[in-house]
């Protein structure tokens, strides 16, 4: 006999675990099905982005950045160490540890909010009187019905042609993140967030990293002055990163893998690593949904097609997230995971796409919102720019921390905020007041004139915001 909900959420990823937990908060009797397991088999809910994505990428860079600091840094405080040694065993252990705190954090609140968690793979059957029949291949198997059906099942690392992961020599990102061994030489195919953030942790640990980009500008959807900046640092740093290149044959040993490619000058050149990284974007995943048996729309490129609400097709089935259109980050799909809950539940769900903040994890730490200034000249808006280098800034010089800046730009005649651009010490957290003020459709000016802390980091967004009417203070 079938189980009758309100809402059935599909996946337990960002969106969709937020999503559930907004659906029944608004008083809707809530499904949320998932079928990530852990070591021992058991539910592990949170997707990707806990699983082997954004918990435990920054568990390991937390790790190692401890090992760089305390075998580089550490001696400019007067610390000294020595036999210093790395055991990336039980680093990886750490952050699996932490990978099952969120999981079991996840199944709590589940069970706080009343969300009905069902372990294993949900897939349609066919529309029904109250709305849908989900059947979810478990365990135990069992048949539910949802009268509105919120897909959020996420998406998959994108194989190079030839060079499929075997997560042993050729690595997607969960392969990067079960590494047990620092390798001698590491390649990485794709210089986006994933390939810079593994490159970095096993760079620190000893790798030699070599990063292969087919564009021929690193980070071309970054403010160019920025990215600039950043891979002048990744570089010092011990990076080595080639532009432009083409990969060609890529062929795998028992103790290596070998990567023919060509450089930007059109030569021909080998690179021989131990382990290969493969980073060059994701795809939608909606492999075993059977779409197919209710009608619902994909894409060419199997995402589920939605407008600008997070509609289907279908009346009642909505998708959030990686599944859908817009940008692959987990922050956006909870969002409008919260957005498509209450909308469910008749209230006006928002996201503003032109505030959702992005972030590279790394060290110097890279995060903007907004527009680029390359984005802005192609648009043809008038525009001021305003930088501020932490070089000037008195708390990143006590943090031993100047790599870097904050960069401003506004619009010429309103001085609205257009985009906030930081490559520096915890970007990532910096970035916040800059969605807010834009959020609020601050201006410039607006920043300029709020009293920041000092000595703090936020003091160079402060000077930036001056530096936009060419008044700052302390550079």
């Not at 930088?387 to 010089?397: D, E, H, I, V």
């Amino acid at each position: 006999m079938s189980k009758q909900f309100d809402v059935i959420v599909i996946g337990g990823g960002p969106g969709g675990y937020i999503a559930a937990i907004r659906a029944a908060q608004l008083g809707k009797n809530v499904a949320c099905v998932d079928e990530w397991k852990n070591a021992k088999g058991g539910p592990a809910p949170g997707g990707t982005c806990t699983n082997v994505g954004c918990i435990p990428s920054k568990a390991l860079l937390q790790s190692s950045e401890h090992f760089e600091q305390a075998s580089h840094h550490f001696a400019d405080h007067g610390i000294t160490v020595k036999g210093l040694s790395m055991d990336p065993a039980k680093m990886v252990a750490r952050k699996d540890t932490v990978v099952k705190q969120n999981n079991d954090g996840i199944l709590y609140l589940f069970k706080k909010n009343k969300v009905s968690f069902f372990h294993g793979r949900a897939s349609f059957v066919k529309a029904v009187d109250a709305g849908y029949e989900i059947k979810v291949a478990g365990a135990a198997e069992e048949t539910l019905v949802g009268q509105q059906i919120i897909v959020a099942t996420g998406s998959n690392a994108r194989a190079l042609p030839g060079a499929a992961f075997d997560e042993t020599m050729v690595l997607s990102n969960e392969g990067a993140l079960a590494l047990t061994a620092v390798p001698k030489k590491m390649g990485l195919i794709g210089s986006g967030v994933i390939g810079l953030e593994m490159g970095s942790v096993w760079r620190r640990l000893g790798s030699e990293v070599t990063i292969l980009e087919g564009l021929p500008d690193f980070l071309g959807a970054v403010d160019q002055q920025i990215a600039k900046e950043a891979h002048k640092a990744f570089v010092k740093q011990g990076l080595k990163i080639e532009l432009g290149v083409k990969v060609g044959d890529i062929k795998v040993g028992k103790k290596g893998v070998s990567v023919a490619w060509t450089n930007a000058k059109g030569e021909a050149q080998t690179l021989d690593v131990d382990k290969l990284i493969v980073s060059i974007g994701r795809v939608p995943n909606t492999i075993g949904l059977n779409a197919e048996a209710v009608g619902l729309k994909l894409d060419e490129r199997g995402a589920i097609v939605v407008d600008g609400d997070c509609k289907t097709n279908l009346p009642g089935v909505w998708a959030v997230g990686d599944v859908v259109r817009g940008p692959m980050l987990a922050h956006k799909a909870e969002e409008e995971g919260v957005a498509v809950a209450e909308r469910i539940a008749g209230q006006h769900g928002h996201v503003n796409f032109n505030t959702i903040p992005w972030v590279i994890y790394t060290s110097p730490e890279i995060a903007w919102v907004g527009r680029t200034e390359q984005q802005l000249k192609s648009d043809g808006v008038a525009y001021k720019a305003g930088t501020f280098p932490f070089l000037a800034n008195g708390r990143a010089r006590a943090l031993g921390d100047t790599t870097g800046m904050v960069k401003m730009l506004a619009d010429a005649t309103t001085d609205e905020i257009l985009g906030v651009h930081i490559v520096g010490p915890m970007a990532s957290e910096l970035i916040a007041e800059c969605v807010l003020a834009m959020e609020f459709r601050a201006s410039s000016e607006d920043i300029a004139r709020v009293c920041h802390a000092h000595p703090s980091l936020s003091e160079s967004t402060k000077e930036a915001a001056l530096a936009v009417d060419k008044r700052t203070l302390n550079f």
